[in-house]
Nanobody, 118 residues
Framework: QVQLVETGGGLAQAGGSLRLSCAAS????????MAWFRQAPGKEREFVAA????????PYADSVKGRFTISKDSSKNTLYLQMNSLKPEDTAVYYC???????????WGQGTQVTVSS
């Protein structure tokens, strides 16, 4: 069974940092594109960052540019999101997603809550 499991969420103060991890299991994701999305209360899910199987990074969402960094460790089948200079508006459930080339993001994790206090 293909599965993505996010960890690393929690409570942080404004200006602080958190690192999210997304562990993939059930198959190798070495040729998959992977991404982070987030959904704040009462809002639609929005794109945060993405990385191709080769390690090329898509442009970050404007709201996180310069503060968040996406990376992956293919040997560990794990995706990361380093979040620095956190703001209260970063509060959301963060999801990782994966998909084969050309298919979009077809596999989703269950999400991890990030709460940033002011």
């Amino acid at each position: 069974q293909v599965q993505l499991v996010e960890t690393g969420g929690g409570l942080a103060q404004a200006g602080g940092s958190l690192r999210l991890s997304c562990a993939a299991s059930g198959r190798t994701f070495s040729n998959y594109a992977m991404a982070w999305f987030r959904q704040a209360p009462g809002k639609e899910r929005e794109f945060v960052a993405a990385i191709t199987w080769r390690g090329d990074k898509a442009p970050y969402a404007d709201s996180v540019k310069g503060r968040f960094t996406i990376s992956k460790d293919s040997s560990k089948n794990t995706l990361y999101l380093q979040m620095n200079s956190l703001k209260p508006e970063d509060t959301a459930v963060y999801y990782c997603a994966a998909g084969p080339p050309g298919a979009g993001y077809v596999i989703w994790g269950q999400g991890t809550q990030v709460t940033v206090s002011s």
